[in-house]
């Protein structure tokens, strides 16, 4: 999961409010990811600026400093979500190719068929990809069809046939905008779509009668920048909006399914957001609806009188637990203070299993807890450390006995669109029972949403004639698209050479910089220590030294264009 952006302003004539756009949209979106971003512009003559790197938006724009280096009228921006891949600064996005016509990509989702794609860029394209990202992969799949116009300058469909010939080359999910230098910005999303894209505009403020576009993942991104009429961009649908024109609509290829990824209601998307036509907020109720008539199946109507208070774990459960409280009859008590300063600048564990980064963001609020029986609700079961650890802290509150209640049914299968969870064999509920589970947890009673109500309650959201079925994978292991044979062993692959080069191979300390770029003045450093690899009297400011250690070829720069990110200040 990560987010992406796209803007053009009708006034050309402006130096850097489309950055300043940019820049402000990539906070609403920062949930969706927080291990790199970027942007990238175009100004006079057709030139592109870019600022990308590792670390949080702020960071990586030095507050917003940065953003005035980046002049023109249009641009893409990308937020990145961890992935199974690397997460070199090389990978952060957009990613540029000069040929043909200069283009930058920014991709959300994940393309499940990445080797036949690199072998087919190498030996018939003979098109180098510099990085291990499927998104770069993207990139030169359009770019090479594009090329094949043989044009000094394309139009509007000469682009929308080299995307029906990407399409035609690529599977998976995607929701993607990219920029051609000079010419327009286009947004495009796959055929089933699973990842989450919508078009907005607003009137010009400088010319009359004219209008300014942005898109991006989450609706509350235009909304609160006002681009209030905003619409999905369907499933197979692409737009393109041209300099000093209008947004022009194309259905590239038929309309596969209409399954959004039901993840995006789970857990990602910002409660505030509507994505294809379904109200996030909504959405959650209803979930809380159905989890409490779940809650009253599984331990009975003595079992819930018996509870004293629901508890969420903040902060997407928040919603659904809220309307459990209600259903139930049983208070609510917001328990559990999230720690909003928590930044992942310095990850250490602390001294021992129990001291989880867990207790770096929660911290319980004894009197709630204190000889109580309670039902904690949370949107999720993943790996189950997490869980483990908020039942711990209930139980060292005074709880006196612990419900765990899950708005999402178990987690058993890989998530293959462009969201890293877990393996299976990581999943807390792989080959494990309800019971197993609880236990292993800490919990003396587990419950989890059937699959059939998680996915009514996302369905009973949307408008009339709206969305009905969903992206569900994960729960069940049947998936939108066909899955390459040897492609999750793939994904394996992946994720060990990911861990082999984040760590030292016995597990023990892990070093990366942020920003990633050698020049920058003042680079911050993230630590991780396993927790097993911590002696429990260690200092931890005795490892500091670590960090004037060599740096890993992991956080290269690419080979792209001028990244301002470089410069000193």
């Known amino acids: 999961m990560c987010g992406v952006v796209g803007l ?76 199974a891949g690397t997460s070199s600064s090389a990978e952060s996005q957009p990613f540029y190719c000069n ?145 000093g024109g209008n947004a022009e609509f194309k259905q590239i290829v038929p309309m596969k399914s209409y399954t959004p990824d039901i993840f995006e209601y789970v857990y990602f998307a910002r409660p505030d957001s509507v994505s294809d036509s379904i109200s996030i907020h909504k959405s959650r109720q209803n979930m809380g609806i159905k989890l409490a008539d779940k809650i009253r199946e599984t331990i009975g109507e003595e079992g819930v009188r018996g509870i004293d208070v629901i508890i969420p774990v903040p902060e997407t459960s928040n919603t659904s637990a809220a309307v459990v409280s209600e259903r139930l009859g049983i208070p609510l008590s917001n328990a559990f203070i999230k720690n909003r300063y928590v930044f992942r600048t310095f990850i ?29 609700v949370d949107d999720s079961i993943v790996r189950g450390t997490t869980s483990r650890e908020i039942v711990t802290m209930a139980r060292e509150a005074g709880a006196v006995k612990v419900y765990f209640a899950s708005c999402a049914p178990p987690l058993i299968y890989p998530h293959i669109y462009g969201i890293d969870l877990a393996s299976p064999q990581e999943m807390i509920a792989h080959e494990k029972s309800r019971e197993d589970i609880a236990q292993i947890i800490g919990a003396d009673d587990l419950i989890y949403q059937d699959l059939d109500d998680l996915k009514q309650a996302c369905a009973e959201a949307a408008p009339n004639g709206g969305v009905k079925e969903f992206e569900v994978g994960v729960f069940c292991g049947k998936y939108q698209t066909d899955v390459p044979d040897g492609y999750f062993a793939h994904l394996d692959e992946l994720r060990g050479k990911k861990k082999k080069a984040n760590g030292v191979p016995n597990g023990g300390i892990k070093l990366s910089s942020n920003p990633v770029n050698d020049s920058v003045a003042t680079p911050s450093f993230r630590l991780e220590i396993q927790p097993h690899a911590m002696p429990e009297n260690l200092d931890p400011m005795s490892l500091m030294s670590v960090v004037n250690a060599p740096r890993s070829p992991e956080h290269r720069e690419d080979i792209s264009i001028h990244n301002i990110a470089s410069e000193h200040r």
Not at 349 to 371: W, Y
Request: charge should be positive.
């Open 8 to 83: 053009l302003l009708a006034d050309t004539e402006s130096h850097s409010e489309a950055s300043h756009l940019l820049f402000e949209s990539l906070f609403y979106l920062q949930h969706r990811g927080q291990d790199a971003c970027g942007i990238a512009t175009c100004g006079s003559k057709g030139r592109i600026f870019q600022c990308k790197g590792n670390g949080m938006a702020a960071k990586v724009f030095q507050d917003g400093a940065r953003v005035i280096d980046l002049p023109g009228y249009m641009g893409i921006g990308h937020l990145r979500y961890p992935t």
């Open 99 to 243: 040929s043909p016509y200069g283009i930058c990509l920014s991709h959300n989702g994940n393309l499940i068929n990445a080797p036949e794609l690199r072998r087919y860029l190498d030996e018939e394209a003979h098109r180098h990809a510099n990085t291990e990202s499927d998104s770069e992969l993207m990139l030169n799949i359009f770019a090479n069809a594009l090329n094949d116009t043989g044009k000094a300058r394309v139009n509007v469909e000469d682009i929308f046939r080299a995307l029906t010939t990407t399409y035609q080359k690529c599977e998976g999910a995607w929701a993607a905008t990219a920029m051609i230098a000079g010419f327009g910005i286009l947004a495009f999303r796959d055929s089933n779509g699973i990842r989450p894209l919508l078009i907005g505009s607003r009137p010009s403020a400088t010319i009359p009668g004219q209008k300014d576009y942005m898109v991006a993942s989450e609706s509350i991104a235009l909304r609160q920048l006002g681009f209030k009429n905003y619409r999905d961009i369907l499933p197979g649908e692409a737009v393109f909006i041209q300099k």
């Open 348 to 376: 250490l564990p602390g001294q021992g299993l129990r001291q989880k980064s867990v207790r770096r963001k929660l911290s319980a609020i004894d009197s709630e807890f204190q000889g109580r029986t309670v039902c904690l």
